[in-house]
């Protein structure tokens, strides 16, 4: 068992997939990890990290009850032991051989099956990875030789993993599963990895996430920057949040405190790098199932501005952001400034 803060790995089971072959390669073992195996378990934590908070990642929900992969898994967790993970590893395996083989992919590669509990949540964590050849040097004779099927590096990318709880809720909002296939072809993920492998549909929609990331935003960024002019950060806001715009969020959020963050602010860098990642690991914590790529999607295609009591009104199209300025004098009074192109007047009736 390997512990790393908020994950623990509990069984691993490394698998092979020849689609040259009649049947895959399965585990008849548990890989012990152990204190020696530190690289190791930090490549299979950084991708479960990515897998829950990368950009590819997407939230989702069983098709029906009796889906296999659930129902497998379920079963797993009703009787946990080294015999039945070895049979449950086993079984996903040949599972996706089948599907593969019957399909137009030619992926051969490694299948590894894991028991994790991530943030105290019991887990599954599959991940398949595609062969990859590499180049050793032996410096005691100075030569070089070819390592065949070795793992990516932790920064390399994997294509095909997902995260299934062995504990389902029954509320259809909330997530069974998260997945992440980064090997795209037009319309091909969803058939094979996600639908037909997994048995699974994608759960949120980029409105409810756009809404709560807007919401989010204007509420934590100002904490963040509390010297920063509330209009402005307002501004950046709606200006990196534009509507159809594909975001990843942490990019998004340093995107914006580069704006606010005062440049004099000392080690500027850190603290953006810093608070943008506060702000995603904080956003995943209040929204357990959400991910943290998608695309804006709003109607409030009107920024309103109001006084406490309506004695007052203003209100623009978003469109007009940039020739619409709002801010505060030294004597905290509002100031608008609105760009003469637009030929400003009062109506009169």
């Avoid at 092979?16 to 399965?26: E, G, H, I, M």
Wanted: include cysteine.
């Amino acid at each position: 068992m390997e512990e790393n803060n908020d994950i623990i790995i509990n069984r691993l089971a490394i698998n092979a997939l020849d689609l040259q072959s009649s049947s895959p390669t399965v585990s008849n073992s548990i890989f012990a990890l152990d204190e020696d195996h530190g690289i190791i378990k930090d490549f299979f934590i950084t991708h479960l990290l990515e897998t829950r908070q990368g950009k590819a990642t997407k939230s989702c929900k069983f098709i029906d009850e009796d889906a296999t992969i659930k129902t497998k898994v379920s079963r797993y967790e009703s009787q946990k032991s080294d015999d039945e993970f070895l049979k449950l590893s086993k079984e996903l395996t040949e599972n996706l051989f089948k599907i593969m083989k019957n399909s137009s992919s030619n992926s051969s590669g490694t299948f590894f099956v894991l028991e994790v509990v991530f943030k105290k949540e019991p887990c599954i964590f599959i991940i398949k990875l595609d062969p990859k050849s590499g180049v050793q040097i032996n410096l005691e004779t100075l030569s070089v030789q070819v390592l065949e099927n070795i793992l990516p590096d932790s920064n390399d990318r994997v294509h095909k993993c997902a995260i299934i709880k062995t504990v389902h809720d029954e509320d259809p909002k909330v997530a069974d599963l998260f997945v992440m296939d980064k090997q795209q072809k037009a319309g091909e993920p969803a058939r094979f990895f996600i639908e037909t492998y997994l048995q699974a549909q994608e759960l949120l929609n980029d409105r409810i996430i756009t809404r709560e990331v807007l919401r989010r935003a204007s509420e934590n960024i100002i904490d963040i920057v509390p010297e920063a002019d509330h209009h402005i950060v307002m501004e950046s806001i709606d200006r990196e949040f534009t509507n159809n715009s594909r975001i990843d969020l942490k990019n998004s959020i340093k995107n914006i405190l580069e704006d606010t963050v005062p440049k004099e602010k000392q080690d500027r860098e850190i603290f953006i790098e810093n608070s943008a990642s506060e702000f995603v690991t904080d956003f995943i914590e209040h929204n357990k199932d959400y991910q943290t790529s998608f695309v804006v999607t709003r109607n409030d295609q009107v920024v309103v501005y109001r006084a406490e009591k309506n004695q007052v009104f203003f209100r623009y199209n978003r469109g007009m952001t940039g020739k619409i300025e709002v801010s505060k004098d030294t004597s905290n009074n509002t100031i608008i400034k609105i760009d003469s192109s637009l030929n400003f007047s009062r109506d009169v009736k």
